[in-house]
């Protein structure tokens, strides 16, 4: 986001810009936080039966696909380069790395054929999201089992997981 100021919270990160990085300050987010929130994202999008119980019952609290999507790509910019910049930081290998660009992949792929705002159905009914689905599922369980976590516990409300975020600081 241009134009934003730089929060006064203190990182282990420099203030200086990656070149590897583009123009995206280290310093947005601390990469903890960014791993949490990317898993998050791919728990509830490959989570059938979350899916079905949460987002087409129009449950509170868990927001929407577009959501999720928006959780998966909006600090970490992997709309636009693959997670293998984040081997070492947000990613423990390229395993991981590799599942994560696989998932991005092709949840972006829906998103930009259902569009943006469509509902949470017009996505869970593409005739691609049961692959889209086993590319998140199969991300979250490597990087849920590498964080020592349950992979089939539910997912958290985006409450939990701002609760999370904000005590680890």
Partial sequence: MQGSQQSPVKS???????????????TDIPWWRWRARVRSALHMLGDTAFQQDCWEAGREGYGDVTDAVYRLVEDTWLDRWSAEKYVGTLFRDSAEAALVD????????????????????????HHAWPEAVRACRDAHI???????EDPDAAPRSLEALGILLRVAA
């Fill in 142 to 148: 490597r990087l849920s089992l590498n964080d020592g």
């Fill in 12 to 26: 282990s990160r420099t203030a200086t810009r990656s070149s590897t990085m583009g123009a995206m300050p280290l």
């Fill in 102 to 125: 696989t998932a991005v992949l092709r949840v972006l792929r829906i998103l930009h054929q259902v569009g943006p705002d469509a509902p949470s159905a017009a996505y869970l009914r």
